[in-house]
């Protein structure tokens, strides 16, 4: 009875424990990640079944089931902040928007849409929304966009303008049919008659002796210049005063004051003292600060300066027609400048060096110019262009001179010669081994060109026979360099402005 009561306790003991055992493993619970767990699961899984899981799944991929991608990521930030930048700029172009100021005119509204390469009106669109959408407009290329087109309007317009006036320079063809028809009747003239007026000429100019010298001033005289009427001369002085003297009794008329440097050139103008009033613009000058002054011949004081030059201005020249005044300057150019509208109509560059002499054509549609690097140019006024190139001196060039007849140009030099060039055929006509140091100035008689006049700096004055180039005087006394020559339009008379501070006036007898 013991044993039989006993066996079934026992048994009863054991699965009571085992159950408790189990109903504790169930109600056990986990705080914490169970990746380390999954981690090793995974890793056991892919031992056992490496081979199998591997052609699976390149089988899917092979198949198209399964897509792998190439690294590539799309940011959902960067596209957030691309829509806020637009955003933001949407905002600030409608904030510029409203503070842009449009003209209530729709003629200007207009304009300013073209002016900006818009459509000027569309389809149903009122004066409203039109100055809305140049509001619009400007708001995205610029409030400034329309000053700037305006700007390059009013550029172009001023260039067509500038063209015009150049063109209009050789316009002026009164005194190329005047010099045309002087050369029809020269040739008409009988052989023997021109051989005796040339004979009777060349008399002249060999009993050209001294007749006035002047003290003009306190520094040298480095310019001259007879004015249209063969009344007065014009005296330049590095002193930086331009006097005006009369003619041939060389008393002081008037001293004008205005540089305060070397004045390099003072020039009458062509109609001064003939058809000009006494108010009126008759004279121009230069100094060596890039000065340039207007005056009359009222008033010892300048009516105008004409600014924009940085270096050393040389020498000035009236072009035939008296409207324009060309410049030349150091900087390796020289200018044309309109008096009309006050303006600077051509800056041409095209020497290596510094522009030292200009002298316009006499039918006014060339000019010449001549400077330090050696070579002469003349250029065309309606293009700008070059159209003979002038080689041959061996030193600067100071001086230059067009003929009467249209087409003989005459140079000096630094290297002592003068070259007559012709302009027909573009080549150096003959070369006059003139003086024997450098040559300052150079001079056609201005009535026929029957004669050149050449000043140096070996104190002397000499004219030569055109054609021919035969010496046929030599002006001598002055005790320093001569610096500047000029023969009166009446061609009567001839001055010499030297480094003595004298100048003087040479007569035939």
Not at 73 to 90: D, G, I, K, N
Not at 132 to 143: A, C, Q
Not at 274 to 283: A, E
């Amino acid at each position: 009875y013991f044993l039989w009561c006993s066996f079934p306790i026992s048994l009863w003991g054991l699965s009571s424990s085992s159950s408790k055992r189990r109903r504790r493993r169930r109600d056990r619970v986990f705080y914490g990640s169970l990746e380390e767990k999954e981690r090793e699961r995974l890793s056991s899984e892919m031992l056992s079944g490496a081979t199998t899981g591997s052609d699976g799944v390149k089988a899917g991929i092979e198949a198209g089931n399964i897509n792998i991608s190439s690294g590539e990521t799309l940011e959902m930030e960067e596209r957030v902040s691309e829509r806020q930048q637009e955003a933001l700029a949407e905002f600030e172009r409608r904030r510029r928007a409203r503070q842009i100021t449009v003209s209530t005119d729709d003629a200007e509204v207009k304009a300013g849409l073209r002016a900006l390469g818009e459509p000027i009106t569309l389809f149903g669109e009122g004066p409203a929304d039109r100055r809305e959408r140049l509001r619009s407009v400007l708001s995205v290329v610029g409030p400034d966009a329309l000053k700037k087109s305006r700007k390059d309007e009013e550029r172009a317009k001023r260039s067509q303008d500038e063209v015009s006036t150049r063109n209009s320079c050789c316009d002026w063809s009164v005194r190329a049919m005047r010099r045309l028809e002087a050369a029809r009747a020269q040739k008409d003239v009988a052989e023997a008659t021109r051989t005796i007026r040339q004979q009777e000429l060349h008399k002249s100019l060999r009993n050209l002796n001294n007749f006035c010298s002047q003290i003009g001033d306190d520094r040298p005289i480095s310019f001259c210049h007879f004015s249209p009427d063969s009344k007065m001369l014009a005296t330049a002085s590095w002193s930086g005063l331009c006097k005006l003297w009369s003619v041939p009794d060389c008393n002081l008329i008037r001293t004008l004051r205005g540089h305060n440097t070397n004045v390099g050139a003072v020039v009458f103008r062509p109609q001064a003292g003939v058809s000009l009033d006494q108010s009126d613009v008759s004279l121009a000058s230069c100094a060596a600060d890039g000065s340039v002054k207007l005056w009359n011949l009222e008033s010892d004081e300048p009516v105008a300066d004409i600014e924009g030059h940085s270096e050393r201005v040389s020498r000035v020249s009236w072009h035939p027609s008296g409207r324009f005044l060309g410049t030349t300057c150091y900087d390796n150019s020289w200018r044309l400048w309109d008096l009309e509208v006050q303006e600077e109509i051509l800056h041409q560059e095209g020497h290596s060096k510094g522009v030292h002499d200009l002298h316009f054509h006499p039918d006014g549609s060339l000019a010449a110019t001549g400077g330090l690097d050696a070579f002469g140019r003349v250029w065309d006024l309606r293009t700008g262009r070059c159209v003979v190139f002038l080689e041959g001196h061996l030193k600067e060039i100071y001086s230059l001179h067009f003929s009467p007849n249209g087409y003989h140009l005459a140079t000096g030099s630094g290297d002592n010669t003068c070259k007559v060039w012709d302009l027909r055929n573009r080549k150096c006509l003959y070369t006059v081994p003139a003086h024997q140091n450098l040559l300052s100035a150079v001079r056609f008689q201005p009535t026929d060109g029957h004669f050149l006049l050449t000043g140096a700096y070996d104190n002397t004055a000499k004219v030569w026979s055109h054609p021919g180039w035969t010496p046929l005087k030599t002006l001598a006394g002055h005790e320093g360099k001569v610096m500047g020559v000029d023969v009166s339009p009446d061609g009567k008379l001839i001055a010499t402005s030297s480094y003595d501070r004298t100048f003087k006036l040479w007569l035939s007898e």
